[in-house]
């Protein structure tokens, strides 16, 4: 079963937000996912590109058998022989570390493509405008394949996993759906009248 990157970064941010949308095909726009879709769309240009003696390709398709995933990647940088995936994101630092298994999984894809090895990953935050590099090491390397392990078993049961208020589900667009306090509103009512 083809797994798509994008369902990795989701599922780490939260596996019910996973499950709504890849699942049961569930998305709702709110002000962050839509400055996200500008700014990808931008990204999403098509266009190669030299700066500086660095190739750049944009809208990269990516695949990987062994790992069985699929996806893009936003933009692929060249240069002195190392290649790089670099992911867009619309804030400022992220403070969870699901895009970094994001482009840890474009660069498995990259290195199984291209047959070498990615040793970095990029993320370009717009609102700072600016860019974190940062290492595909061993640590990220597990925890992404991980993250790739419990993503295929999602998919293969279907089996909605339990949607926990945290911190983050102020950010997201699913809030009204998914409606996160009511499981602990329902186990507080119990055991207060049961
Ligand atoms: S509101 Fe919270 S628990 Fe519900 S899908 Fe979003 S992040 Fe997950």
Known sequence: MEIPIAALNQYDYCPHRC???????????????????????RADSGVFTTVDGVAQYRNVDLYSAQHELVGKADLIEHRAGA?????????????WGNDRIQVCAQGLCLEEMLQTVVSHGAIFYAASAGRVEFALDEPLRAETLAVIARVR????????????LMPRCQGCSLQAACLPTLGER?????????
Not at 28 to 34: A, C, G, I, K, S
Not at 83 to 95: A, D, H, M, T
Not at 153 to 164: C, D, K, M, W, Y
């Open 19 to 41: 499950w709504r949308m890849f699942c049961l095909g569930e998305f709702v726009d709110n002000v962050y996912t839509l400055e996200g879709t500008f700014l990808h769309t």
């Open 83 to 95: 290649w790089l995936p670099v992911e867009y994101k619309r804030g400022g630092r992220g403070k």
């Open 153 to 164: 078993t999602l998919f293969t049961r279907g089996q909605e996993p339990p949607a926990h």
């Open 186 to 194: 329902v186990a507080r009512y119990r055991e207060q009248w049961e």
